[in-house]
């Protein structure tokens, strides 16, 4: 069992309102309609969407750059009517046209995800730029995002990290935790990434602490802390953070930081394992093999191998070959185990090629023929009903 540090990276869904005069660009509003904008405003904050259409439609049609900027978003969540990115975008636009920076993130991510409008990564990247350019942080960091993944443009892992680096000053979170991933992951300036996590965390970020976990058990950046490392842990498993609960479940198996605990490490496991996390779907079932915490039941950790191997788990794939060569809670099945074997092997896994290597030789040419077709049919089946 391995501690896993990396994040993933993502776009968030943001359709945000220009409720108040410091968002997007001040100069836009138009005066004369400020008591019914504000009137829109009211009526929005109380939860009365269809006063505030009322109140914005009008504007937004005259050109009121802040109501059509709300409208749009109203559209694009389908507050007060029915969602229609179609309107969205047509609200959008104007509002972005005339240089409002919501409005222009907002109509980045519909031509990012293809919202009303067929996707198109070079026009996302565009009006992220111009509303990075005013310093909004949402869209700086999104175009942080866009040239770390190379999207719309050609990868560039320094002009992600001026754009995360411009959002995460301004506190945003998410581009904490960017940063935070490329200092670990293509610098290897591990004093750097820690600071960023810690800003994040701080926040109450999950996936900021467990990442800080991670960098306190393996000492980067920092004096290897374990008990700091079960801190940031539990913060970011009592949110719920799969990744936190594993490691977390981790360091009670290992007795890292606190006292050896296999009742808790298969607590831990299982509230990860059944939100999806492979890996600890995987160390689930290894803990129902050995017996660990828990009654030896070998058909309960087929259950929890068969999951992790169903996502692709090369590690998981190799033992559900073990257990189907040994019988072990199934019908012993050799030409499974070396299906198992094959497709664990073909993803790297040394110890799976060696045994497959070594079953072969013991198999006769039918069950080597059955087990090329059972290979064949889980392939095809993307690894799922094997």
Not at 230 to 259: E, H, I, R, S
Request: glycine share 10%.
């Amino acid at each position: 069992m391995q501690l896993l540090p990396k994040l993933p990276n993502t776009f968030p869904i943001i359709f945000l309102l220009l409720l108040t005069s410091s968002a997007g660009n001040s100069s836009l509003q138009i005066e004369p309609y400020k008591g019914s904008f504000n009137k829109g405003i009211a009526a929005y904050k109380s939860g009365d969407f269809a006063t505030a259409l009322k109140e914005w439609k009008p504007l937004a049609e005259q050109g009121h750059v802040k109501a059509q900027s709300n409208l749009g978003a109203m559209y694009a969540e389908g507050q007060g009517v029915t969602q229609d990115y179609k309107a969205a975008l047509k609200w959008f636009t104007p509002a972005a046209e005339q240089g409002d920076a919501i409005a222009q993130h907002n109509l980045g991510f519909m031509y990012l995800e293809g919202h009303g409008v067929t996707q198109d990564n070079k026009a996302a990247l565009k009006w992220y730029k111009l509303a990075a350019d005013q310093g909004y942080a949402k869209a700086q960091h999104n175009l942080g995002q866009m040239y770390n993944e190379g999207k719309g443009v050609t990868r560039d892992y320094k002009a992600a990290l001026k754009w995360y680096t411009l959002a995460a000053e301004q506190g945003f979170a998410e581009a904490q935790i960017n940063l935070g991933v490329l200092y670990e992951s293509v610098t290897q300036d591990y004093k750097a990434s820690l600071k960023w996590y810690r800003l994040a965390a701080e926040q109450g970020f999950a996936e900021a602490q467990n990442s800080l976990g991670v960098m306190y058990t393996q000492g980067l950046g920092v004096t290897q802390d374990y008990k700091a490392a079960l801190k940031w842990y539990k913060l970011a498993a009592d949110q719920g953070n799969d990744k936190a609960q594993n490691n977390f479940g981790v360091m009670y198996l290992q007795g890292l930081g606190v006292n050896q605990n296999y009742k808790a490490s298969l607590k831990w496991f299982k509230l990860a394992a059944i939100q999806g996390y492979v890996e600890a779907q995987y160390n689930q079932g290894l803990m129902y093999y050995k017996g660990e915490g828990v009654t030896q039941d070998y058909k309960a950790a087929i259950k929890w191998f068969m999951l992790a191997a169903e996502q692709g788990y090369a590690v998981a794939q190799h033992s559900l070959g073990v257990m189907y060569l040994q019988g072990l809670g199934v019908t012993q099945d050799t030409a499974r185990a070396y299906m198992w074997w094959d497709i664990a092997a073909s993803q790297g896994h040394k110890n799976a090629d060696d045994l497959r290597s070594r079953v072969e030789k013991l198999m006769a040419s039918a069950d080597l023929s059955k087990a090329q077709e059972l290979i064949r049919e889980c392939v095809a089946k993307n690894y799922k009903d094997c």
